[in-house]
């Protein structure tokens, strides 16, 4: 069983920076691409982030400039650090990992349990 847990969620004022991390435990034999989901009140899930396992990183238009995330692909984490946070920002955040479980079964997409971010003074 494969288990996405995050961390860092919380309120933050306007301007104010905050880091979400993500940590995949279980029966991991390769992970794809993780990354960073947002769902705010009455609208659709959307991408923010993501990072493939060379490194390799895509953001929404948004949070170009303001958010990066990075991974340690020896420890299965992601984190995303999220400056120059606006009112906009406010959403449950979610980590995503398209991880194997053996090198027979082919990839599959994992989901964290959310992490609401507020952003208000």
């Known amino acids: 069983q494969v288990q996405l847990v995050e961390s860092g969620g919380g309120l933050v004022q306007p301007g104010g920076s905050l880091r979400l991390s993500c940590a995949a435990s279980?029966?991991?034999?390769?992970?794809?691409?993780m990354g960073w989901y947002r769902q705010a009140p009455g609208k659709q899930r959307e991408l923010v982030a993501i990072?493939?396992?060379?490194?390799?990183?895509n953001y929404a238009d948004s949070v170009k400039g303001r958010f990066t995330t990075s991974r340690d692909n020896a420890k299965n984490t992601v984190s995303l650090q999220r400056n120059s946070l606006k009112p906009e920002d406010t959403a449950v955040y979610y980590c995503?990992?398209?991880?194997?479980?053996?090198?027979?079964?082919?990839?599959?997409?994992?989901w964290g349990q959310g992490t609401q971010v507020t952003v208000s003074s």
């Open positions: 279980g029966r991991i034999f390769s992970i794809n691409a």
């Open positions: 995503n990992a398209v991880i194997r479980e053996s090198w027979r079964s082919g990839p599959a997409n994992y």
């Open positions: 990072i493939d396992s060379g490194g390799s990183t």
